[in-house]
T-cell receptor, first 112, second 114 residues
Framework: GAGVSQSPSNKVTEKGKDVELRCDPI?????LYWYRQSLGQGLEFLIY????????KSGLPSDRFSAERTGGSVSTLTIQRTQQEDSAVYLC??????????FGPGTRLTVL | EDKVVQSPLSLVVHEGDTVTLNCSYE??????LLWYKQEKKAPTFLFML????IEKKSGRLSSILDKKELFSILNITATQTGDSAVYLC??????????????FGQGTILTVHP
């Protein structure tokens, strides 16, 4: 595609429910990253994919968070048993090797 | 742990003014420094800098990197109201499994009044 796309753009869920956030990177980009931006906070790294493998998961805040990437393309970030502190904008970015990262429009997650 | 500090945290100017945004960093095995503009949700890419002393320019925006003093500046000349945004600085680390991961500063909120 022309740019990174993410869905849904907004998600409101109840505490304790599971959510899945999707990222579709720029075609051909081998690297994919997930970041989180909480209200008043900077962007925080979550996980990095190179192809389908995730050599760096160091930013995932707890074992309720997981992510996968299939076919070297689409990635899904799953949050289980959501908590209110999970409310944030979740941003996905992709890049070709070590070049600049291009961000998607993000998913705003609100946990009630 | 890699660290990025931006200053000022916020800045209010009038149209036509020139602004300079600062970014200092500490990173093991530095690879690159990037500037982004964030207006709503998605940061949009401005510049990537890897070499000291080489100015990158795009219209009224320019940026330069000093790898000896570990900082970068972003200049915006003849500011316009459309320049109002959060400007983010980030660095990447070339080492090990962290390749390409961006470490962000807290951002500078720029407000340009007519």
């Amino acid at each position: 595609g022309a740019g990174v796309s993410q869905s849904p753009s907004n998600k409101v869920t109840e505490k304790g429910k599971d959510v899945e956030l999707r990222c579709d990177p720029i075609s051909g980009h081998t690297a994919l990253y997930w970041y989180r931006q909480s209200l008043g906070q900077g962007l925080e790294f979550l996980i990095y994919f190179q192809g389908n493998s995730a050599p760096d998961k160091s930013g995932l805040p707890s074992d309720r968070f997981s992510a996968e990437r299939t076919g070297g393309s689409v990635s899904t970030l799953t949050i289980q048993r959501t908590q209110q502190e999970d409310s944030a904008v979740y941003l996905c970015a992709s890049s070709l090797g070590g070049t600049s990262q291009y961000f998607g429009p993000g998913t705003r997650l609100t946990v009630l | 742990e890699d660290k990025v500090v931006q200053s000022p945290l916020s800045l209010v100017v009038h149209e036509g003014d020139t602004v300079t945004l600062n970014c200092s960093y500490e990173v093991t095995n530095f690879r690159s420094l990037l500037w982004y503009k964030q207006e709503k949700k998605a940061p949009t890419f401005l510049f990537m800098l890897t070499s000291s002393g080489i100015e990158k320019k795009s219209g009224r925006l320019s940026s330069i990197l000093d790898k000896k003093e570990l900082f970068s500046i972003l200049n915006i000349t003849a500011t316009q109201t459309g320049d109002s945004a959060v400007y983010l600085c980030a660095v990447t680390n070339a080492g090990g499994t962290s390749y390409g991961k961006l470490t962000f500063g807290q951002g500078t909120i720029l407000t340009v009044h007519p």
